[in-house]
């Protein structure tokens, strides 16, 4: 397994002063709001954390980007949905229960679970099957580690991943043509799950999650297509056999269950040979490169896939 | 088939005959506008995608108020026939539009992907097909162009129900769900497209009855 690691500025050294300033006086106010029962969305919250291995030598996509520009169905299907229509959602208190084909299943609280992990801070790529990309440092610890605390038994094969459902927080999720079906539900192979790559996020930019991002709890698999991966998570299950996952049933056709990124395989309505990179700066800005193999992380997980045919499992 | 001649049965919206051009001029500013955000930088974080689909968006707007056009007047009795050829020309350059920004500042005139993209995605192709239908239309709306085809000019321009038919699969297409957008412009766009048959079928049964 290929690690590398190499000296970079810390999140406070990204973030424009400015935000940086005013997230704190945001946080101050928040203790506050808090305190007297106001204030759902001020959840924000400096994090522990360390810098991890697998950073990215790109430029960190901008703050304001990362958390205005998103899809996240559960709050509606415009990018700016999930900014401007998650107020309502209370990501704590919170708990996710790791459960299914496990010696020791444990409902966990968003809180412990943070204690009981070690954080890393993590660069990565992002790649939405829109063809777009980011870069994000998330904040997290790696699904492995979790897994490995509630000990996987020798039938698992896969583990499967399901989303909160709560239509009166997320104006999404309250039914409707446009409506995907609730709750969202996501899976990976056992081996793709325990590989160090896949992060479970609980905060990025050095803060908790914003509710937009998937608050408290997402996973983040840096060489597949964003989709998979699943916000705000309540369950976690090893099982036996492939589970469905929400894309995938919507449109067999264009979302497949492993959607690693491959710009040889073309969605069907797009090709996926390059990717818009978000928050280049205007039309000139020239925010169009080329999409690598896995996202440009086939070091770390071709073996995974072997001699699969990856235009048939796509 | 209306004509475009019959303005004289037209109340006209100003009193002089400006007034097309300054529809077509009013019709422009979304266009405008959004160019003007997106130079400097005020159409958040992929403001290409935002442009392109913006264009698109109001082609379809002004294409469905041109085929709205003798439907108006044959239920409420008001004619804006004498707007139609702008509305139409006006659906016509936010096409133009649309195509350029996919060619130019989407796939920045990379001529590989983009005829790798059109031969292959039926989304696109139909999206294509629709731009080339128009292009004869938009060609032939002026008054030389009625003069000179006479009546294959009325034959030519039904056209634009096909164009209709293709725009509203491509619209469609354009999402990764079905929602309440792409499912009421496509599903308006047909209605002018069944109204249009419904009544050239009645006109053929009226002259073939006694």
């Not at chain 1, 444990?106 to 660069?123: C, F, G, K, Q, Y």
């Not at chain 1, 992060?199 to 996973?219: D, F, H, S, W």
């Not at chain 2, 968006?57 to 008001?78: C, E």
């Not at chain 2, 792409?182 to 766009?189: D, G, I, N, P, T």
Request: aromatic share 12%.
């Amino acid at each position: 397994m290929a690690r590398w690691s190499y000296p970079r500025p810390s999140s406070s050294e990204i973030t424009p002063r400015g935000v940086w300033l005013s997230r704190r006086s945001l946080l101050a106010g928040a203790t506050l709001g808090m305190a007297v029962g106001a204030g759902p969305r001020a959840f924000a919250a400096a994090l522990h954390t360390r810098p991890g291995p697998f950073q990215a030598a790109e430029k960190p996509t901008p703050l304001e980007d990362v958390t205005h520009y998103n899809n996240f169905y559960e709050f509606g299907l415009d990018k700016t949905d999930p900014s401007t229509r998650s107020g309502q959602f209370r990501p704590r208190p919170w708990t996710v229960s790791v459960e299914g084909l496990v010696a020791r299943p444990r409902v966990w609280d968003i809180d412990a679970l943070i204690a009981a992990l070690p954080l890393e801070e993590r660069l990565y790529r992002m790649r939405c099957v829109e063809a777009w990309s980011m870069v994000i440092p998330w904040d997290g610890f790696p699904l492995a580690s979790l897994l490995a605390l509630a000990e996987p038994l020798g039938s698992a094969r896969y583990v499967a991943f399901e989303s909160v459902v709560r239509p009166a927080e997320m104006p999404g999720q309250t039914g409707g043509l446009d409506s995907l079906a609730w709750p969202y539900v996501e899976g990976l192979r056992l081996d793709e799950a325990m590989n160090p790559l896949t992060l479970l996020a609980v905060g990025l930019y050095g803060e908790t999650l914003p509710n937009q991002n998937g608050a408290p709890l997402r996973l983040v698999v840096p060489w597949k297509y964003g989709f998979k991966g699943i916000k705000s998570i309540t369950r976690i299950r090893l099982v036996e056999k492939m589970p469905p996952t929400t894309w995938n049933q919507m449109n067999p056709a264009e979302y497949g269950f492993f959607a690693n990124v491959n710009p040889e395989v073309d969605h069907p309505r797009w090709s996926q040979a390059s990717e818009r990179v978000i928050g280049a700066g205007g039309f000139f800005g020239g925010g169009r490169k080329k999409t690598l193999m896995f996202n440009g992380y086939g070091a770390q997980v071709a073996g995974l896939y072997g001699t699969m045919n990856l235009r048939s499992f796509y | 088939m209306p004509r475009l001649t019959g303005a004289g049965r037209t109340r006209t919206l100003l009193p002089w005959r400006g007034e097309t051009m300054v529809l077509m001029a009013v019709g422009l500013l979304p266009a405008a506008l959004y160019f003007w955000y997106g130079a400097h930088d005020r159409l958040g974080p992929d403001p290409v995608n935002v442009f392109e689909r913006w264009l698109g968006l109001w082609a379809v707007r002004f294409l469905l108020a041109a085929l709205l056009v003798t439907p108006l007047r044959v239920v409420s009795g008001i004619s804006l026939l004498r707007y139609r050829r702008t509305l139409g020309l006006l659906a016509f350059w936010y096409a133009l539009m649309h195509v350029s920004v996919y060619v130019a500042l989407d796939q920045q005139g990379n001529l590989a992907v983009l005829w790798h993209d059109i031969t292959r995605r039926p989304f696109l192709m139909l999206g294509f097909a629709a731009f080339m239908l128009l292009l004869p239309l938009a060609l032939t709306s002026n008054n030389w162009s009625i003069r000179r085809l006479g009546r294959r000019w009325g034959r030519l321009h039904r056209l634009v129900y096909g164009v209709a038919v293709l725009v509203a699969v491509h619209f469609l297409l354009a999402f990764k769900t079905y929602n309440a957008t792409s499912v009421s412009y496509a599903a308006a766009l047909m209605a002018m497209v069944v109204w249009r048959a419904v009544s050239v079928a009645r006109a053929r049964m009226g002259r073939a009855g006694p």
